[in-house]
């Protein structure tokens, strides 16, 4: 492994590169690399510059703004955040997952399935196919989505449309296609309409068709030059994720399961009520985003991957034709029991794309989705955890409220957080193999962006403010002068400067 680059001795004495920010991702981060005087790397390092703060200051708020509030955190994956919210109102008002109405649960997984899609397809289309396609060191100018359309103008346009799609399911069940509502206290707000179910069935065998050409385009990629694809960014990990009850893959609610690098499970079909038994995070002060790990196997050798690649290497089988056929011919292709080429996010990522296009055509023939019986009730409780798979992997929220039902305390572990000591050794991984004691350029940095990328990182999610974090604030008057200025050092002391 590579944790002997996390820090440097004698730092500042090395020269210092920056990649800021890290392009075509979520959010906003930086890649710090220490270079000593033969361009050796000593130090490689992924930060998050950008705090959140939502646990906070959801405190005091009803309970049952919480589905509405919590899904700001992100403009790409709202519907996870207000899903796992939404899962965990229920059990505030005594409904645990079984006993919500039948149709509540087909509307919300209709939703997931919808938001999973648009999310994955994103990625694959906007973001990492223009180095996919074109080569990691290819021209800049043409690395991007306006490049992809003028070489790749069929490929694009499904991008686009499979994205459109999957906003559209959204925009159908919970009335527009970003921030809308839909998971009430026990739940859904409103039934899903025959027209509304027509119109959805309209496009859907052509989904299926575009996402089944986008894993056998993610295929080709691999094959064209494999021991590149299989080795680039790669780390052998453990792996989590929810999973069904017979081991078949599970995006919307199951028990806990992981395994070790080897395949062998750590723990299985764990209730996720209990996730504090089972992970813990870890604080850096070099960095806004925490370190979870498996508490069982400590903070040094306990970190692992979620996502994608996490879900269709832990499961043992998906509930769909296509993409079980996918699936098979993915684990034939690495011929291992455990998946860790990074970059074969890509193609389990589309895998999951494909499973969620006939989830939604299932789902959409199935009449008990249009049933209006979409609201139960039980007796009140005072605490709730909500469980979700979220595009980029494992989503927890967990609130406690008081007798008067105000939110007393919050904690969310999103699923980039659980992927951080990953792509820090990716990025570690990367600069080892490929750019030490190379002269670098964007070319070659871009590398270093790849393996970011690959794990569709949301970074304006994943981070959190611990309450001591350096701050800065100036008083700026209408000419641009500094009239004031204070400073909150990461001890807490404030001082002017």
């Not at 056929?325 to 690495?334: E, G, L, S, V």
């Not at 050794?425 to 080892?432: N, P």
């Not at 994943?462 to 204070?486: F, Q, S, Y």
Request: one cysteine or more.
């Amino acid at each position: 492994m590579y944790e002997h680059l996390e820090t440097a001795e004698n730092p500042d004495k090395l020269k210092r590169v920056v990649i800021d920010p890290v392009s075509r991702v979520e959010g906003h981060g930086k890649v710090t690399l220490l270079l000593d005087e033969n361009d050796q790397v000593k130090q490689a390092r992924l930060h998050i510059v950008e705090f959140r703060g939502f646990e906070r200051f959801i405190q005091g708020r009803p309970y049952w703004e919480l589905p509405v509030l919590v899904q700001r955190l992100c403009g790409i994956c709202p519907v996870s955040h207000h899903l796992a919210a939404g899962k965990a109102i229920d059990q505030l008002v005594g409904v645990d997952p079984e006993n919500l109405p039948i149709a509540a649960t087909h509307l919300r997984k209709l939703l997931h399935f919808g938001q999973v899609l648009q999310s994955h397809a994103l990625h694959f289309f906007h973001l990492a196919s223009p180095d996919l396609l074109f080569g990691f060191d290819s021209d800049i100018a043409k690395r991007n989505i306006i490049g992809v359309i003028g070489a790749h103008p069929d490929i694009a346009l499904q991008g686009v449309k499979l994205r459109k799609y999957g906003q559209e399911v959204i925009r159908v069940v919970s009335g527009k296609r970003v921030h809308g509502t839909a998971a009430i206290p026990g739940g859904m707000n409103k039934p899903l309409s025959t027209t509304d179910r027509d119109y959805l069935l309209t496009d859907i065998d052509q989904i299926i068709a575009w996402t089944s050409s986008a894993v056998a385009l993610v295929k080709q990629l691999h094959c064209s030059n494999r021991s590149f694809y299989d080795e680039f960014a790669s780390i052998p990990s453990h792996y989590m994720g929810l999973i069904q009850t017979d081991g078949a893959l599970e995006l919307y609610h199951g028990g806990l399961r992981a395994k070790d690098t080897n395949g062998a499970v750590i723990f299985d079909h764990v209730d996720y009520c209990k996730y504090n038994d089972y992970i813990h995070e870890q604080v850096k002060s070099w960095t806004y985003m925490k370190f979870p790990y498996l508490l069982s196997l400590g903070k040094e050798n306990g970190w692992y991957r979620v996502g994608p690649l996490a879900r269709v290497n832990n499961c043992d089988f998906i509930g769909t034709p296509l993409a079980e056929a996918a699936r098979i011919d993915f684990k034939q292709h690495f011929e291992s029991p455990q998946v860790h080429s990074t970059l074969a996010f890509h193609w389990a990522r589309m895998i999951e794309a494909l499973h969620c296009a006939e989830s939604i055509k299932q789902l959409l023939n199935d009449p008990v989705t249009l049933s209006t019986v979409l609201v139960t009730q039980g007796e009140k409780r005072f605490e709730g955890v909500g469980v979700i798979e979220a595009p980029r992997g494992t989503l927890f929220h967990h609130y406690q409220i008081d007798e008067n039902d105000i939110v007393t305390r919050a904690n969310l572990i999103v699923s980039t957080t659980s992927n951080n000591t990953a792509m820090n050794e990716s990025v570690r991984q990367v600069a080892a193999t490929y750019l030490n004691g190379r002269e670098l350029n964007e070319a070659l940095l871009n590398n270093l962006e790849v393996a970011i990328r690959a794990y569709d990182p949301c970074l304006s999610c994943a981070t959190h403010a611990m309450g001591k974090m350096p701050l800065a604030v100036e008083l700026v008057d209408n000419e641009g002068k500094i009239v004031d200025r204070l400073v909150k050092s990461s001890s807490g002391h404030i001082a002017a400067a």
